[in-house]
């Protein structure tokens, strides 16, 4: 997965260094940050990804498919970029991959850090339902701070992270599923409650006792 990653930024910033390139802008709008994120409006982003987009109403479709399928180039590079871009995020998940990009001296390339500061925009709604490790959004908000951009050099703070993490998942799962427990309880409680009140309700009054004294 890192050595996956790797090549994949070193390809994006190659790309981003070029100024002919189609996909990506050039060296000086990443030292900049004036980067605009790719569009998540395009049926081909949303297709590429395996998801089912069923918000467009039988009229549109039916004008949709007589219209040609043919993918513009800009169309495939946003198409392109929205991946590579999403692949990389999810990523930053893994602390391994982190202390890789430290020791590589990912963290001392100026160009670097402000494509890491662009990447925020992931944690917009509209992006991050793509997300499937939440977890990177985290880490890409601790990798905008020198300090911790440091520490990831050191195995020992990787290793710290790396146990951290695990015992977040670890905890976090047996605390959501004592929470569940709970609610299923409270819930076959009320309707319970909700039951023996209907049953109340349903009974016939009872005519009031009399008190008759014997002859």
Same mark, same amino acid.
């Given at each position: 997965?890192?050595?996956?990653?790797?090549?994949?930024?070193?390809?994006?910033?190659?790309?981003?260094? $070029?100024?002919?390139?189609?996909?990506?802008?050039?060296?000086? =709008? %990443?030292?900049?940050?004036?980067?605009?994120?790719?569009?998540?409006? /395009?049926?081909?982003?949303?297709?590429?990804?395996?998801?089912?987009?069923? +918000?467009?109403?039988?009229? $549109?479709?039916?004008?949709? *498919?007589?219209?040609? +399928?043919?993918? *513009?180039?800009?169309?495939?590079?946003? =198409? $392109?970029?929205?991946?590579?871009?999403?692949?990389?995020?999810?990523?930053? /998940?893994?602390?391994?991959?982190?202390?890789?990009?430290? #020791?590589?001296?990912?963290?001392?390339?100026?160009?670097? %850090? =402000?494509?890491?500061?662009?990447?925020?925009?992931?944690?917009?709604?509209?992006? /991050?339902?793509?997300?499937?490790?939440?977890?990177?959004?985290?880490?890409?908000?601790?990798?905008?701070?020198?300090?911790?951009? #440091?520490?990831? $050099?050191?195995? !020992? /703070? +990787?290793?710290? %992270?790396?146990?951290?993490?695990?015992?977040?998942? #670890?905890?976090?799962?047996?605390?959501?599923?004592?929470?569940?427990?709970?609610?299923? !309880?409270?819930?076959? !409680?009320?309707?319970?409650?909700?039951? *023996?009140?209907?049953?109340?309700?349903?009974?016939?009054?009872?005519?009031? +006792?009399? =008190?008759?004294?014997?002859?």
């Amino acid at each position: 997965m890192a050595l996956g990653c790797s090549t994949i930024m070193r390809e994006t910033i190659e790309e981003m260094s $070029t100024e002919t390139s189609p996909m990506l802008v050039d060296d000086v =709008n %990443i030292i900049n940050n004036n980067i605009d994120p790719p569009s998540v409006g /395009s049926s081909s982003t949303i297709e590429s990804l395996g998801i089912n987009n069923n +918000t467009t109403s039988p009229t $549109t479709a039916a004008a949709t *498919t007589t219209t040609t +399928t043919t993918l *513009t180039q800009e169309e495939e590079a946003n =198409n $392109t970029r929205f991946t590579m871009e999403l692949e990389f995020i999810q990523c930053l /998940s893994n602390p391994r991959y982190l202390n890789y990009l430290a #020791q590589n001296r990912f963290f001392q390339d100026k160009a670097f %850090i =402000n494509y890491l500061a662009y990447l925020q925009y992931w944690k917009q709604p509209e992006y /991050s339902k793509f997300v499937v490790y939440p977890q990177c959004l985290y880490f890409l908000d601790l990798l905008q701070h020198e300090r911790f951009r #440091q520490e990831l $050099t050191h195995v !020992q /703070s +990787t290793e710290f %992270i790396h146990e951290q993490q695990f015992y977040h998942w #670890q905890y976090y799962r047996n605390n959501r599923m004592a929470q569940k427990e709970d609610q299923q !309880q409270q819930q076959l !409680q009320q309707q319970t409650t909700t039951t *023996t009140t209907i049953q109340n309700d349903q009974q016939p009054p009872q005519p009031p +006792t009399v =008190n008759v004294p014997s002859l």
